[in-house]
């Protein structure tokens, strides 16, 4: 049933949002690699007030096991307010959960109890498949008109990936978004430019390049995705692809502004295979096309073939590995991770052509293993990974895990779990570990850990049509 | 019509210039994306043309009917038709779908045409127009073309009304309270909406037999 006013989650402009009250809990996706258990939701209590602050206070297990869960989103979200189609008397209560390797999706509810949310549609792999082509779903975005699903696989091939389209009301496979896809073949993250009718989208590889890890002949041989695709969002049809140049492998995660009336936003790619630096681009419009920048460069950081994984022992350098990004919802501070040597770096990117670094925390890391400030004998492996930054930019979430099988490769003795906060100096820039705040090993019930989602939105669920 | 024809008319279309859905939340954002009233004002005009076609169309119909067969018959017909969309409305979750923000003009004034008859914004002229006696029946032979017009001058009161409130409203927002005052204000008028749909379709039928 719908409301009588809009859910209060819903904000018309990213100004608004910003505003928000903190989050009270914080939902994560853990899976368990060995596909012995099944994957799950954690949910971690993040009221600073609250006796149970920083630990895991429900969970809840989903049927099957070998799902990998990765990315996730909610049903409906700030785009609902939008005035083509606005909705914003629904709720903002389900949790859309794509398994990565298993292609099934599940809806679950956190309504009737948002420390346990119950299991309430399961979408299987052939729907995905027979309904819009499609497998491997992975990121989720509430649009206007429904719920978006990025997938990295076709249903029976291997490619190409694309986008699916569900049902805001019944989670139904709607079908294939794209009308005419041109040569877009590789798929990962898309996001979009509500206001100007532009879907950006980008690419890492379908699932015979990632699924039984980083193939190194595939990445010498410069297979993987570097080019970003801009879409007509009206009419579903590709209208410009940029290619970065095929050094530069895996453009990933997208961060448009939020600001509706801006038309940029940043890319992160992984690694270049000239010298294993990772790099930060903006995109934007120069006289009515789209051009991509490079505004940030991270350079891999020297290391004894002895300290490294055997993966890296033949470049004797940790690569930085830039796997995600996200933007604070006043589209001020810029948030890289660098997987590989562990380091979430902080940039004021007011002027996005150029950032200046403002902070930076390490955890982790292939060579460093830096501790947690809280549990400082605990060597830790893996690094921040998935951001997720809170509505009003003063909280930062990261976890640790990559990609099951990526994991093993970069950390063969293990990755371990966890799932760190950050506080940020919203005035000058700046980031530091939360002490109090650090769940992490046996808290995760032998799972690993990837996306964090915040409980009523956070910087990157959600998209605004007012300024 | 009588002056009470003329009122209830109006105030229908007060009522749908007074939701958001409707039109002037576009014309606010439009505005808003372009910083410029005038992107606001000049969308104005088209999201009411697109209107006024959509109710028009509806209204002519019960019009040019009503003045060929048994004045019941359109009641009664119509009040079925009401109460079943009304009830279809209240019951089902689905929203209008659209994608592109983008329009021209003629686009604005094709998608608010689409929306106002997803609606069914020119069916709730059906009670009204039922208790307007048919054109020509003082002479003793109907007459569908003047049954047609009385159908389409309704559609314009209407349409003036939806206008002007839609107008206010738009200014209002966006010269004064900003955006913000939707996430309180926004009552869920789709809902009454198609329970005054049901109540009206029922009552319809019940002044017709």
Redesign the interface.
């Known amino acids: 049933?719908?409301?009588?006013?809009?859910d209060?989650t819903?904000?018309?402009?990213p100004r608004?949002a910003a505003t928000a009250p903190p989050e009270q809990l914080a939902y994560i996706a853990a899976f368990d690699r060995a596909a012995a258990l099944p994957d799950a939701i954690a949910v971690v209590d993040t009221d600073p007030e609250s006796d149970s602050y920083g630990r895991v206070v429900g969970w809840t297990d989903l049927p099957h096991t070998g799902d990998e869960l990765h990315h996730f989103g909610w049903n409906a979200c700030s785009s609902a307010?939008?005035?083509?189609?606005?909705?914003?008397?629904?709720e903002r209560r389900y949790l859309i959960v794509p398994g990565l390797r298993s292609s099934r999706i599940y809806v679950l509810d956190t309504k009737d109890d948002p420390r346990q949310p119950r299991l309430v549609k399961e979408i299987p792999a052939a729907d995905l498949a027979g309904k819009a082509g499609y497998s491997r779903p992975h990121t989720i975005h509430c649009?206007?008109?429904?719920i978006y699903v990025s997938a990295l696989g076709g249903g029976d091939t291997d490619g190409p990936g694309g986008i699916a389209v569900l049902?805001?009301?019944t989670f139904e496979v709607r079908g294939a978004w794209e009308n005419d896809r041109g040569d877009q073949y590789l798929a990962y993250d898309f996001w979009w430019h509500?206001?100007?009718?532009v879907l950006v989208s980008s690419e890492w590889g379908t699932p015979s390049m990632i699924e039984d890890g980083l193939v190194p002949e595939l990445l010498l041989g410069r297979k993987y995705g570097h080019r970003l695709h801009f879409w007509d969002?009206?009419?579903r049809t590709l209208t410009q692809t940029v290619d970065l140049g095929d050094q530069y492998q895996m453009t990933l995660e997208l961060r448009p502004a939020h600001d509706?009336?801006k038309e940029y936003g940043f890319l992160g790619v992984v690694t270049s295979v000239e010298d294993l630096s990772a790099s930060v681009w903006v995109w934007h419009r120069q006289n009515g096309q789209f051009a991509v920048t490079k505004v940030i460069d991270i350079p891999a950081e020297p290391a004894d073939a002895d300290a490294l994984p055997p993966a890296l022992q033949p470049f004797g350098a940790v690569p930085p590995l830039v796997t995600d990004i996200d933007l604070s919802v006043d589209d001020r501070f810029l948030y890289v991770s660098c997987w590989g040597t562990g380091e979430l770096k902080q940039f004021d990117v007011t002027d996005p052509f150029h950032p200046v670094q403002t902070g930076s925390v390490r955890l982790g890391g292939v060579v460093g293993r830096v501790p947690h400030p809280s549990f400082p004998d605990e060597r830790l492996a893996g690094g921040p990974q998935m951001v997720e930054v809170s509505r009003d930019g003063k909280r930062v979430y990261v976890t640790n895990s990559l990609y099951g099988a990526w994991d093993d490769q970069f950390y063969p003795d293990g990755v371990g779990a966890w799932l760190a906060k950050i506080d940020v100096d919203t005035e000058n820039g700046g980031i530091t570990l939360d002490p109090r705040f650090f769940p992490h090993g046996d808290d995760f019930r032998g799972r690993r850990v990837h996306q964090t989602r915040l409980q009523g939105g956070d910087a990157s669920s959600d998209s605004y049509?007012?300024? | 019509m009588s002056w009470g024809h003329l009122a209830a008319l109006a105030g229908l279309g007060a009522f749908h210039g007074l939701n958001p859905a409707m039109g002037w939340l576009f014309a606010v954002a439009r505005g808003m994306q372009e910083r410029s009233p005038r992107a606001l004002l000049h969308s104005l005009p088209p999201i009411a043309a697109g209107h006024l076609a959509s109710v028009a169309v509806v209204a002519a119909v019960i019009a040019a009917t009503r003045s060929v067969v048994a004045g019941n018959v359109v009641g009664i017909a119509g009040g079925l038709i009401l109460v079943g969309y009304g009830l279809w409305r209240l019951l089902s979750e689905r929203h209008f779908r659209w994608a592109g923000m983008r329009l021209s003009l003629p686009q604005l004034a094709g998608w608010s045409f689409l929306v106002s008859s997803a609606h069914g914004a020119g069916l709730m002229l059906l009670p009204v127009l039922a208790t307007v006696p048919p054109a020509g029946v003082h002479s003793g032979h109907a007459a569908p073309a003047t049954g047609g017009l009385t159908g389409l001058a309704a559609a314009g009161v209407h349409t003036v009304a939806m206008l002007a409130v839609m107008a206010a409203c738009a200014g209002v927002v966006y010269g004064f309270v900003g955006v913000n005052v939707l996430r309180r204000a926004w009552f869920n008028v789709d809902r009454l909406w198609a329970a005054v749909m049901v109540g009206a379709g029922a009552l319809t039928i019940a002044l017709a037999s």
């Open positions: 049933m719908t409301r009588w006013t809009p209060p819903f904000y018309p402009s608004d307010l939008c005035p083509t189609a606005p909705h914003p008397h629904v649009g206007p008109d429904g049902d805001h009301t509500l206001t100007r009718d969002l009206a009419k509706p009336t049509c007012f300024p």
